[in-house]
């Protein structure tokens, strides 16, 4: 199984609501990422998890908050968004194997498209 | 990380071949060399890596030059299921595992019928 999963595929919020957004592999790589896709624009990476435990923030505003329960799952909770932060939202997750050093490639999700009102 | 440029985008013929260029004069000697594309719709996917040598997969060919300042993805015969956003980057080999992937703005390749 070669497949990372993101659920939901599209969610639209309230500047009020929370929600959060989930993904899921069983590849056993112990890094996952968050990254941020806005419309015609390239991923840019917002939050990276090793073996559970966060290790990147790309100073990302503390509405979005990550979170990686265990090595195959990883959420992001979001509160109080704005409409700006509507976008296509990317989990990623590779190997974390210090072997493969540059050469380690990432698998990613279809992505969860959020729009906020 | 060394950054790459690419051409914003390029045309092909379905069934013909496709070499999509990659500057990156700033690489280093640790640097990777990674490919990805992303289909209209869908998240990023790996197409092929490389560090000094020609590369080839399933999926495509890798070129490297030989001073490695420059690469080409080769597409042996496009398919309409080729069009993307074709992105080249640079892992540093040195840096944590758990690396950004620092995406440019990628070539966007259309292909015709």
């Known amino acids: 199984d070669t497949e990372v999963t993101q659920t939901p595929k599209h969610l639209v919020m309230g500047m009020t609501n929370k929600k959060s957004l989930k993904c899921e592999q069983h590849m056993g790589h112990r890094a996952m990422y968050w990254y941020k896709q806005k419309a015609k624009k390239p991923p840019e990476l917002m939050f990276v998890?090793?073996?559970?435990?966060?290790?990147i923030n790309e100073s990302v505003p503390s509405r979005f908050s990550p979170e990686c329960p265990n090595s195959s799952l990883l959420n992001l909770h979001l509160h109080a968004l704005q409409p700006e932060d509507s976008a296509l939202y990317l989990c990623a997750s590779s190997q974390d194997d210090w072997a493969s050093g540059g050469a380690e490639t990432q698998y990613f999700g279809p992505g969860t498209r959020l729009l906020v009102l | 990380d060394a950054k790459t440029t690419q051409p914003n985008s390029m045309e092909s013929n379905e069934e013909e071949p496709v070499h999509l260029p990659c500057n990156h004069s700033?690489?280093?000697?640790?640097?990777?060399i990674h490919w990805y594309r992303q289909l209209p719709s869908q998240g990023p996917e790996y197409v092929i890596h490389g560090l000094t040598s020609n590369v080839n997969n399933r999926m495509a060919s890798l070129a490297i030059a030989e001073d490695r300042k420059s690469s080409t993805l080769i597409l042996h015969r496009a398919t309409l299921r080729d069009a993307a956003v074709y992105y080249c980057i640079l892992r540093d080999d040195g840096s944590s595992n758990t690396g950004k992937l620092i995406f440019g703005q990628g070539t966007t390749l259309q292909v015709k019928p």
């Open positions: 700033t690489i280093s000697g640790t640097d990777y």
């Open positions: 998890y090793s073996y559970e435990k966060l290790s």
